[in-house]
Antibody, heavy 117, light 109 residues
Framework: EVQLVESGGGLVQPGGSLRLSCAAS????????MSWVRQAPGRGLEWVSI???????YYADSVKGLFTISRDNSRNTLYLQMNSLRTEDTAVYYC???????????WGQGTLVTVSS | QAVVTQEPSLTVSPGGTVTLTCASS?????????PNWFQQKPGQAPRALIY???NKHSWTPARFSGSLLGGKAALTLSGVQSEDEADYYC?????????FGGGTKLTVL
Protein backbone atom coordinates (compact mmCIF):
# COMPACT_ATOMS: atom_id res chain seq x y z
CA GLU A 1 0.00 0.00 0.00
CA VAL A 2 1.30 3.43 -0.96
CA GLN A 3 1.73 5.80 1.97
CA LEU A 4 3.07 9.33 2.25
CA VAL A 5 3.63 10.81 5.71
CA GLU A 6 4.68 14.42 6.04
CA SER A 7 6.38 15.85 9.11
CA GLY A 8 8.43 18.84 10.22
CA GLY A 9 5.77 21.53 10.21
CA GLY A 10 5.31 23.97 13.05
CA LEU A 11 5.51 27.60 14.12
CA VAL A 12 8.48 29.63 12.87
CA GLN A 13 9.27 33.33 12.92
CA PRO A 14 9.52 35.36 9.71
CA GLY A 15 12.99 34.97 8.24
CA GLY A 16 13.40 31.56 9.81
CA SER A 17 13.94 28.14 8.26
CA LEU A 18 12.20 24.79 8.38
CA ARG A 19 12.74 21.41 6.76
CA LEU A 20 9.77 19.27 5.85
CA SER A 21 10.03 15.52 5.35
CA CYS A 22 7.82 13.11 3.42
CA ALA A 23 8.41 9.48 4.33
CA ALA A 24 7.25 7.14 1.58
CA SER A 25 6.33 3.48 1.73
CA UNK A 26 4.93 1.01 -0.76
CA UNK A 27 6.93 2.43 -3.66
CA UNK A 28 10.36 3.85 -4.52
CA UNK A 29 10.74 7.63 -4.36
CA UNK A 30 13.55 7.69 -6.93
CA UNK A 31 11.32 6.00 -9.54
CA UNK A 32 8.44 8.44 -9.10
CA UNK A 33 7.58 12.08 -9.69
CA MET A 34 7.61 13.61 -6.20
CA SER A 35 6.11 17.00 -5.46
CA TRP A 36 5.21 19.51 -2.80
CA VAL A 37 1.90 21.36 -2.97
CA ARG A 38 0.68 23.89 -0.42
CA GLN A 39 -2.64 25.37 0.62
CA ALA A 40 -2.89 28.58 2.61
CA PRO A 41 -5.79 28.75 5.09
CA GLY A 42 -9.06 29.13 3.20
CA ARG A 43 -7.28 29.32 -0.15
CA GLY A 44 -6.69 27.10 -3.15
CA LEU A 45 -3.92 24.68 -4.00
CA GLU A 46 -0.53 26.01 -5.07
CA TRP A 47 2.10 23.82 -6.69
CA VAL A 48 5.50 24.42 -5.03
CA SER A 49 8.12 22.09 -6.49
CA ILE A 50 8.67 18.81 -8.29
CA UNK A 51 11.51 16.27 -8.34
CA UNK A 52 11.19 14.23 -11.52
CA UNK A 53 12.38 10.63 -11.66
CA UNK A 54 15.05 11.66 -14.17
CA UNK A 55 16.53 14.04 -11.59
CA UNK A 56 15.17 17.29 -13.03
CA UNK A 57 13.84 19.77 -10.49
CA TYR A 58 11.48 22.73 -10.91
CA TYR A 59 10.09 25.38 -8.58
CA ALA A 60 7.21 27.81 -8.61
CA ASP A 61 8.34 31.41 -9.10
CA SER A 62 7.04 32.25 -5.61
CA VAL A 63 9.59 29.98 -3.89
CA LYS A 64 12.49 29.84 -6.34
CA GLY A 65 15.76 30.62 -4.59
CA LEU A 66 14.13 30.24 -1.17
CA PHE A 67 13.05 26.59 -1.08
CA THR A 68 15.07 23.49 -2.01
CA ILE A 69 13.60 20.09 -2.79
CA SER A 70 15.71 16.98 -2.29
CA ARG A 71 15.37 13.25 -1.80
CA ASP A 72 17.23 10.59 0.15
CA ASN A 73 16.94 7.34 -1.76
CA SER A 74 18.35 5.30 1.12
CA ARG A 75 15.61 6.59 3.41
CA ASN A 76 12.98 6.67 0.64
CA THR A 77 12.16 10.20 1.78
CA LEU A 78 11.47 13.53 0.09
CA TYR A 79 12.42 16.84 1.72
CA LEU A 80 11.64 20.51 1.37
CA GLN A 81 14.13 22.95 2.89
CA MET A 82 12.42 26.30 3.36
CA ASN A 83 14.55 29.37 4.07
CA SER A 84 13.77 33.07 4.60
CA LEU A 85 10.18 32.19 5.42
CA ARG A 86 7.51 34.85 5.05
CA THR A 87 4.06 35.11 6.55
CA GLU A 88 2.60 34.28 3.13
CA ASP A 89 4.29 30.87 3.30
CA THR A 90 1.83 29.88 6.03
CA ALA A 91 0.00 26.84 4.67
CA VAL A 92 -0.61 23.14 4.87
CA TYR A 93 2.15 21.48 2.84
CA TYR A 94 1.27 18.27 1.04
CA CYS A 95 3.62 15.72 -0.44
CA UNK A 96 2.37 13.97 -3.59
CA UNK A 97 3.52 11.14 -5.80
CA UNK A 98 2.86 10.42 -9.44
CA UNK A 99 4.09 9.47 -12.86
CA UNK A 100 4.25 10.87 -16.38
CA UNK A 101 1.00 12.63 -17.23
CA UNK A 102 -0.35 12.09 -13.75
CA UNK A 103 2.03 13.81 -11.35
CA UNK A 104 -0.15 13.80 -8.24
CA UNK A 105 -1.82 10.39 -7.96
CA UNK A 106 -1.43 9.97 -4.22
CA TRP A 107 -1.23 12.58 -1.50
CA GLY A 108 -0.14 12.67 2.11
CA GLN A 109 -2.31 14.21 4.80
CA GLY A 110 -0.21 17.36 4.99
CA THR A 111 1.79 19.23 7.62
CA LEU A 112 0.95 22.75 8.79
CA VAL A 113 3.58 25.48 8.60
CA THR A 114 2.79 28.73 10.41
CA VAL A 115 5.06 31.72 9.89
CA SER A 116 4.33 34.32 12.53
CA SER A 117 6.05 36.48 15.10
CA GLN B 1 4.05 32.39 -14.53
CA ALA B 2 0.87 31.32 -16.30
CA VAL B 3 -2.53 31.82 -14.72
CA VAL B 4 -5.14 29.04 -14.80
CA THR B 5 -8.75 30.14 -14.48
CA GLN B 6 -11.78 28.17 -13.27
CA GLU B 7 -15.34 29.16 -12.43
CA PRO B 8 -15.31 30.25 -8.75
CA SER B 9 -18.58 28.50 -8.00
CA LEU B 10 -21.30 26.40 -9.64
CA THR B 11 -24.56 24.96 -8.41
CA VAL B 12 -26.21 21.78 -9.69
CA SER B 13 -29.30 19.81 -8.74
CA PRO B 14 -29.02 16.19 -7.62
CA GLY B 15 -29.13 13.93 -10.68
CA GLY B 16 -28.16 16.77 -12.97
CA THR B 17 -25.15 17.35 -15.17
CA VAL B 18 -22.55 20.07 -14.77
CA THR B 19 -19.37 20.99 -16.63
CA LEU B 20 -16.43 22.74 -14.98
CA THR B 21 -13.84 24.40 -17.20
CA CYS B 22 -10.17 25.28 -16.96
CA ALA B 23 -8.55 27.99 -19.09
CA SER B 24 -4.91 28.99 -19.54
CA SER B 25 -3.64 32.57 -19.81
CA UNK B 26 -1.10 31.43 -22.42
CA UNK B 27 -3.67 30.20 -24.93
CA UNK B 28 -5.67 27.10 -25.74
CA UNK B 29 -5.38 24.13 -23.43
CA UNK B 30 -4.26 21.06 -25.37
CA UNK B 31 -3.43 17.45 -24.57
CA UNK B 32 0.16 18.64 -24.16
CA UNK B 33 -1.00 20.57 -21.09
CA UNK B 34 -1.75 17.18 -19.48
CA PRO B 35 -4.87 18.50 -17.71
CA ASN B 36 -5.49 16.92 -14.33
CA TRP B 37 -8.53 17.29 -12.09
CA PHE B 38 -8.74 16.94 -8.31
CA GLN B 39 -11.53 16.87 -5.76
CA GLN B 40 -11.12 18.24 -2.25
CA LYS B 41 -13.62 18.04 0.59
CA PRO B 42 -13.33 20.12 3.78
CA GLY B 43 -10.56 18.97 6.08
CA GLN B 44 -9.28 16.39 3.62
CA ALA B 45 -6.31 16.11 1.30
CA PRO B 46 -7.06 16.47 -2.41
CA ARG B 47 -7.94 13.35 -4.36
CA ALA B 48 -6.94 12.82 -7.98
CA LEU B 49 -9.86 12.25 -10.38
CA ILE B 50 -8.67 12.68 -13.97
CA TYR B 51 -5.21 12.75 -15.57
CA UNK B 52 -3.91 13.57 -19.05
CA UNK B 53 -7.20 15.15 -20.17
CA UNK B 54 -9.58 12.20 -19.93
CA ASN B 55 -8.01 9.27 -18.10
CA LYS B 56 -9.66 8.03 -14.92
CA HIS B 57 -7.93 6.56 -11.92
CA SER B 58 -9.11 3.19 -10.69
CA TRP B 59 -11.03 4.91 -7.90
CA THR B 60 -12.71 7.58 -10.05
CA PRO B 61 -16.50 7.15 -10.25
CA ALA B 62 -17.83 6.58 -13.78
CA ARG B 63 -19.97 9.75 -13.60
CA PHE B 64 -16.81 11.89 -13.84
CA SER B 65 -15.29 12.52 -17.28
CA GLY B 66 -12.63 14.81 -18.68
CA SER B 67 -12.32 16.44 -22.10
CA LEU B 68 -11.12 19.44 -24.09
CA LEU B 69 -13.85 21.92 -24.91
CA GLY B 70 -13.45 25.14 -26.87
CA GLY B 71 -9.78 25.60 -25.98
CA LYS B 72 -10.27 24.70 -22.34
CA ALA B 73 -10.02 21.56 -20.26
CA ALA B 74 -13.37 20.39 -18.94
CA LEU B 75 -14.63 18.13 -16.18
CA THR B 76 -18.20 16.86 -16.56
CA LEU B 77 -20.21 15.27 -13.79
CA SER B 78 -23.27 13.36 -14.97
CA GLY B 79 -25.90 12.18 -12.52
CA VAL B 80 -24.54 14.35 -9.73
CA GLN B 81 -24.85 13.03 -6.19
CA SER B 82 -24.85 14.94 -2.92
CA GLU B 83 -21.43 13.51 -2.08
CA ASP B 84 -20.00 15.35 -5.10
CA GLU B 85 -20.31 18.65 -3.26
CA ALA B 86 -16.68 19.74 -2.96
CA ASP B 87 -13.96 21.98 -4.34
CA TYR B 88 -12.54 20.96 -7.70
CA TYR B 89 -9.12 21.98 -8.99
CA CYS B 90 -7.59 21.65 -12.42
CA UNK B 91 -3.84 21.45 -13.02
CA UNK B 92 -1.89 22.24 -16.18
CA UNK B 93 1.67 21.56 -17.32
CA UNK B 94 4.04 24.33 -18.48
CA UNK B 95 7.49 23.13 -19.56
CA UNK B 96 8.36 21.22 -16.43
CA UNK B 97 6.27 23.32 -14.09
CA UNK B 98 2.68 22.85 -13.01
CA UNK B 99 0.00 25.41 -12.20
CA PHE B 100 -3.28 24.85 -10.36
CA GLY B 101 -6.44 26.70 -11.17
CA GLY B 102 -8.11 28.71 -8.45
CA GLY B 103 -10.70 26.01 -7.87
CA THR B 104 -14.46 25.68 -8.37
CA LYS B 105 -16.75 25.29 -5.38
CA LEU B 106 -19.51 22.92 -6.48
CA THR B 107 -22.76 23.06 -4.55
CA VAL B 108 -25.36 20.31 -4.94
CA LEU B 109 -28.74 21.81 -4.18
Amino acid sequence: EVQLVESGGGLVQPGGSLRLSCAASGFTVSNSFMSWVRQAPGRGLEWVSIFYSDGNIYYADSVKGLFTISRDNSRNTLYLQMNSLRTEDTAVYYCARGKFGSPFDQWGQGTLVTVSS
Amino acid sequence: QAVVTQEPSLTVSPGGTVTLTCASSTGAVTSGSYPNWFQQKPGQAPRALIYSTNNKHSWTPARFSGSLLGGKAALTLSGVQSEDEADYYCLLFYSGRWVFGGGTKLTVL
